[in-house]
């Protein structure tokens, strides 16, 4: 069997360079997936905020049309919690053109930064006199 020649033994394996290439082509690639799946559980986490949120304002919501509520005008403040989520709603009560009738507005915001409103949601109340 003849021995290898110098010039293939010179190109048997990849040069540092290449090394070093292919290691940035990959460490960008896993960079971009981890951003993404970070964006993802981000978004997730900002849905259930908000699905719970919406919960808690049709919950007062549904309370004020079961009890037939004659609510005051003005505005006031009360914890929701939903799960370990704590929430706070924003009760916001206005007269309308019709006396009979009066417009609710329930916006939910976090506990924990209560500048950020996640959901709001508007309702139309009769007079149940």
Not at 19 to 42: D, E
Not at 68 to 83: A, D, V
Not at 111 to 129: D, F, H, M, W, Y
Request: aromatic letters at 4%.
């Amino acid at each position: 069997m003849p021995a290898p020649t110098t010039a293939l033994l010179r190109h048997a394996g990849f040069t540092l360079l290449e090394v070093l290439v292919a290691l940035a082509i990959v460490g960008t690639a896993l960079g971009a997936s981890l951003r993404a799946v970070g964006s993802l559980t981000q978004n997730s986490n900002d849905l259930r905020a908000s699905l719970m949120a919406t919960w808690s304002a049709e919950n007062r919501l549904s309370q004020i049309r079961m009890a037939k509520e004659w609510p005051p005008l003005g505005n006031r403040s009360f914890e929701c919690p939903q799960g370990e989520l704590a929430l706070v709603c924003q009760e916001s009560v206005f007269a309308t053109p019709n006396p009979a009738f009066r417009r609710v507005e329930v916006s939910v915001v976090d506990a924990a930064s209560p500048e950020r409103r996640i959901i709001k949601l508007t309702q139309v109340v009769p007079n149940g006199l």
